[in-house]
């Protein structure tokens, strides 16, 4: 009988090992700004699970989209110690403001004194909260903050994809950029039989089927799914 094909849950998509340490070694790695490789060190130092912080090489395609929209004002879901927020902090211009979102503070106190050291403090305001009722608040209750968002960036509670991107299509401005994290949930979106797919991750892999089924035919986006860390939706607002 045929096995099924047993996906290792592997952070990184390109499962060629020897591909991804070339281009880890040659372009991603030599390039990654001191102070992001010191944070990334210090949360694997202190967090001994498995890796939830933005890979280098999509902070990498991260930072380099943002230097070229040039955004004033950008969102960030899902902080942990900070390794997105601080590339997104390090690649926006100085007078940027990055509202930046979530419910544990403690993780965030990690990435902090690397913030500071940066010298970018003072483009970021901290909400301590889960997302849904801040971005509701921005919505409803503060007005004005319909397409006034340059860029946002998603990286936490699949679950909810769905619902912030409905909230971030008011958020984000026409021509304005979303990205999306996990959304190849480590290749396991390609079995949805759930063959050879580890039980701890099946929920999450459903989720981002759904999620992706739902973008691709979103005509209020351009998208472009890149298969770059664990999978990086990345979607223009047209309308
Ligand atoms: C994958 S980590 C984020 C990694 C981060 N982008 C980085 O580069 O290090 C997910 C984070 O989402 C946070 N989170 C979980 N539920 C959330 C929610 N409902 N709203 C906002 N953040 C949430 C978790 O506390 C965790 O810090």
Redesign the pocket.
């Known amino acids: 009988m045929e096995m099924p094909e047993v996906i290792v849950p592997n952070p990184h998509l390109l499962q060629s090992d020897h591909l991804l340490k070339y281009i880890l070694e040659t372009s991603v790695h030599p390039r990654e700004p001191q102070i992001l490789k010191e944070l990334r060190d210090t949360t694997v130092a202190v967090d001994t699970r498995s890796p939830?912080?933005?890979d280098p090489h999509s902070g990498q395609l991260v930072g380099m989209l943002l230097k070229m929209l040039n955004p004033k004002r950008t969102l960030e879901?899902?902080?942990?110690?900070?390794?997105?927020l601080l590339a997104t902090a390090l690649s926006t211009p100085p007078d940027a403001k990055i509202t930046a979102?979530?419910?544990?503070a403690e993780?965030y106190g990690v990435g902090l004194p690397f913030i500071k050291k940066a010298g970018v403090e003072h483009k970021i305001d901290f909400i301590h909260s889960?997302?849904?009722p801040v971005l509701d608040d921005l919505l409803l209750l503060q007005g004005g903050n319909e397409g006034s968002f340059d860029f946002a960036f998603v990286?936490?509670?699949k679950n909810?994809y769905g619902n912030y991107h409905e909230r971030l299509m008011k958020l984000v401005k026409i021509g304005g950029v979303i990205v999306y994290d996990n959304v190849l949930w480590g290749g396991t979106v390609a079995s949805p039989d759930g063959d050879g797919v580890p039980d701890h991750m099946k929920e999450i892999m459903a989720m981002a089927i759904e999620f992706n089924r739902r973008i691709a035919g979103d005509d209020r986006v351009e998208i472009c799914v890149a298969p770059v860390g664990d999978g990086l939706t990345i979607c223009r607002r047209i309308s």
């Open positions: 939830i912080a933005l879901i899902g902080v942990y110690t900070g390794y997105s979102i979530d419910p544990k993780w889960i997302a849904l990286d936490a509670d909810n």
